[in-house]
Structures are given as C-alpha cells and as structure tokens.
C-alpha cells in the first residue's frame, strides 16, 4: 500500500519555475518506481515523468523534456518535480504515483496555474 500528498503547486507567470513534492508512505522502498502524470480542465491523465526508486533513472514525456526534473529523496520517501521555463499549456492538476500508476494510490494532486 502506497499513500501519497502532492504539494508545491501555484500561480505562475509563464517562464516561471515551481518545485513541487510528494511524500510517499507506505510501500516504497525498492518496491515502485514513482511518476508524475497530470491533467488539464477537459482532457485525460497524462504522463510527466517517472523515477527507478533504486536506481534512479529517469523518464520524461517529449513535451517537459529539457524543462522538468523528476528526482527522488530515499531517506525521506519523498519525489520532487522542479518544473521550469512555464507555459500556459502546462496549467493541470499534477500527481504523483506508481509508475505505472494504480487506481487506488492517486492523491488529490496539486494545481498548477501558468499566467501568460
């Protein structure tokens, strides 16, 4: 079991820069690699990015490559997303989760507003 809060979201001006976190208990040493997914007013869950919890690679979705970060703290079972040079598009509710992603671990997100 995999429990999970997003925080770090906010109102941005486009070109801005956020980090956001999520803080997973439960289950999560070297047992589920993590990711970040979001999802736009009237569109589906996306991905964003994901991290091997023991190994630490990382993943990346074409349109946050060069732009996001997706790191993780072991010690403190926690995953960051440092989300930079904003555009309006990327306004969304963020998540984090497994990755892949299960039904049940999906959290309240955190909201992501880019100003132009």
């Known amino acids: 079991q995999v429990q999970v809060v997003e925080s770090g979201g906010g109102l941005v001006q486009a070109g801005g820069s956020l980090r956001l976190s999520c803080a997973a208990s439960?289950?999560?040493?070297?047992?589920?690699?993590m990711g970040w997914f979001r999802q736009a007013p009237g569109k589906e869950r996306e991905f964003v990015a994901a991290i091997r919890w023991s190994g630490g690679t990382t993943y990346y979705a074409d349109s946050v490559k060069g732009r996001f970060t997706i790191s993780r703290d072991k010690a403190k079972n926690t995953v960051y997303l440092q989300i930079s040079s904003l555009k309006p598009e990327d306004t969304a509710v963020y998540y984090c989760n497994t990755h892949p992603p299960r039904p049940e671990y999906w959290g309240q997100g955190t909201q992501v507003t880019v100003s132009s």
């Open positions: 439960g289950r999560t040493r070297s047992s589920y690699d």
